[in-house]
C-alpha cells in the first residue's frame, strides 16, 4: 500500500501523530538536492528517479505499486536552478518523478520493469500528446549499481525482442532533483475529474497497451 492511501487511514489517530507524519512529508518535498545514494534516508528506504512524460501520470502509476513508499513529481536533468513549470523545458529539464521505496517488498529492478511497461520507451519526441524533450523517457541512475542494473534491463529487453521499434529511453547519472509545485503533487487525487479526462484524451494508456500488449502496465495495481 502505498504511503498516499496509508494516509487516508490514519486521519484517526491523535493530532499529535499527524503533525510529525506531516514535518516528514514537508521535509522530503522540500528537498532539492533529492539524488541521495540507492538506500536514501536508510537502510529500509531506497530512491529511484525516472522520467516517463507527464508527472501525474507517472506519480499516479507507481503509488499503486506496492512497496512504494512515497513519490513526488518534479525536474531534472537540465542546466538551470530552480526551475519552474513555465520554464524547465528552457533550461533542458525533463519532468520526473523521485520514488521513495522499500527494497524489502519491491526491488529496483522490478520498479524498472514497471517503468519500461508504463510508457513508450520507443518515442523520441516526447510521450503520447506531450510533445519535447521535457516530455521524453529517461531512467537516472543514484549510483553505479543501478546504472548497471539500468542498462541490464534496456539489453535484456533488445534482446528479447519484445518491443517491435528501438528504444530510445536516456540512461544517465542522476543530477539536481527540484521537486515541482504544490499543485502539482498528488494532482491525480486533488483533481480526478480533470486528470482523468486529460489522461485518456492523451492516449496513455491506449498507446502503451498497444506497444506493450497484455504487458502493458504490468505490476500496477489499479484502484
Known sequence: MSLKRKMRLIMVLPVV?????????????????????ANGAGDNTATAIFAGGCFWCVESDFDHVPGVLETVSGYSGGE?????????????????????????????????DIFWRSVDPTDAGGQFCDRGHSYTTAIYSVDENQRAEALESLNKLKSDGVLKDSIVTAIEPASEFWPAEDYHQDYYLKNPLRYKYYRAACGRDKRVKKVWGNEAHAG???S
Open 220 to 222: 500496477i495495481e489499479k
Open 80 to 112: 538551470t536552478t530552480q526551475p519552474t513549470y513555465k520554464n524547465h523545458h528552457q533550461g533542458r529539464h525533463r519532468e520526473v518523478v523521485r520514488i521513495s521505496y522499500d527494497p524489502k517488498t519491491v526491488s529496483y529492478g522490478q520498479l524498472l
Open 17 to 37: 501523530v499527524l503533525l510529525s507524519l506531516a514535518g516528514v512529508a514537508t521535509s522530503t518535498a522540500n528537498d532539492s538536492t533529492g539524488t541521495g545514494t
